[in-house]
C-alpha cells in the first residue's frame, strides 16, 4: 500500500475504550420524522443543541453510538473477558454539518455517514483524525524474528466478524496505557498446531494428525517456528485497546491469532 488510510478507514473503523461517552447531546430525529426512521448522507437531523449553546451555523459534530456483539459466543477462549477489559465498542456512525440554528435545537446536513443514523445517536464535536503514513512498501518477511516488543491478540472484527484479510478492520488488547500510537504497525502471527479455538482447529496438529503420522515425541505449539500471517497499521487507540487496518495478509486471519508491535 502506498499513501495513507483513507477517510473511511479514519472515520468508520469504530473504537473500545472504557470511558463512557456522554449522552446528553444527541440526535432527536429529523426531517419528515413521521416517515423515517433512520438517517444517511444526504438527509437533515436535529441535535439538542442551539445558538443558546454557542453552537453556530457550519459547527460540525461526529455521530457514534455504543455497540456489542448481542450473540455473546466466543471465537477464542477467554474472548468475552478480553472485551470487556478492553471497554465499550463505540461504533462511528457519521458527521454532520450545522445549517439551520434555533435557541434550543439545530439542523443539521449528514454530510457522510458510515451507518443508518437513529434517534438518541451520541453527538460529539467534532475532532480531526490525521491519517498517518504507511511506511515504506516491502516484501513481507514471513521469517522475520519477534521483534521483542508488546504482544496481544487479536480480539475481534469490525461487524463482529471472527476472520478476513488485507482491508479487514480488527481491535487488539493493546492501547495508549500500554504504549501503542496511531501510526504504530502490528505483526499478525500464529503458532503452529495452537488450539484455544472452539470452532475450525484440531488438537496438536504441530506434531500429529490421526492416519497420516506422528512424531516419537509431542511438540508444544511454541517450540516450533511461528507462522507469520501479515500486517496492520493502529488508526484508532483507546486506553486499552487499538484499532488496526490490516495493510496485507498471506492469508486468512482469525479472531485468536497473535500480534507484537513492530
Known amino acids: 500500500m502506498i499513501g495513507a488510510p ?12 472504557p470511558q463512557a461517552l456522554p449522552d446528553n447531546l444527541y440526535v432527536i430525529s429529523g426531517e419528515e420524522p413521521e416517515k423515517y426512521v433512520a438517517y444517511s448522507q444526504g438527509n437533515t437531523v436535529y441535535i439538542n443543541r442551539g445558538s443558546s449553546d454557542g453552537v453556530k451555523v457550519g459547527d460540525e459534530f461526529l ?12 471465537w477464542f477462549k477467554s474472548q468475552n473477558m478480553l472485551i470487556g477489559a ?12 450545522v445549517v439551520s440554528v434555533e435557541p434550543k435545537t439545530s439542523a443539521a446536513l449528514v454530510v457522510s455517514a458510515c ?21 515504506p512498501a516491502t516484501k513481507f518477511d514471513v521469517y522475520a524474528p519477534p521483534s521483542g516488543k508488546a504482544k496481544a491478540m487479536i480480539v475481534s472484527f469490525k461487524g463482529f466478524a471472527v476472520s478476513g484479510g488485507e482491508g479487514a478492520i480488527v481491535y487488539v488488547n493493546l492501547g495508549g496505557t500500554q504504549g501503542v500510537k496511531v501510526g504504530d504497525y502490528f505483526r499478525v502471527f ?8 472452539y470452532a475450525y482447529r484440531e488438537k496438536n496438529t504441530q506434531y500429529e494428525l490421526y492416519g497420516f503420522g ?15 500471517l501479515g ?3 493502529v488508526v484508532r487507540v483507546g486506553p486499552n485497546a487499538a484499532t488496526v487496518l490490516l495493510t496485507d495478509s498471506l492469508r486468512e486471519i482469525f479472531a485468536g491469532d497473535y500480534v507484537e508491535l513492530e
Open 214 to 228: 506422528s512424531t516419537p515425541v509431542p511438540y508444544s505449539s511454541k517450540e516450533l517456528p511461528r507462522s507469520l
Open 231 to 233: 500486517e496492520g497499521i
Open 190 to 197: 500464529e503458532y503452529p498446531g495452537y488450539n484455544d479455538e
Open 86 to 97: 478492553m471497554g465499550r465498542l463505540y461504533e462511528d456512525i457519521g458527521r454532520l454539518r
Open 6 to 17: 483513507s477517510e473511511q478507514d479514519m472515520y468508520c473503523s469504530n473504537v473500545y475504550t
Open 63 to 74: 455521530v457514534s453510538r455504543e455497540d456489542h456483539d448481542a450473540l455473546k459466543q466466543e
Open 115 to 135: 451507518d443508518l443514523m437513529y434517534r438518541g445517536d451520541i453527538v460529539q464535536p467534532f475532532s480531526e483524525r490525521t491519517a498517518p503514513p504507511y511506511k
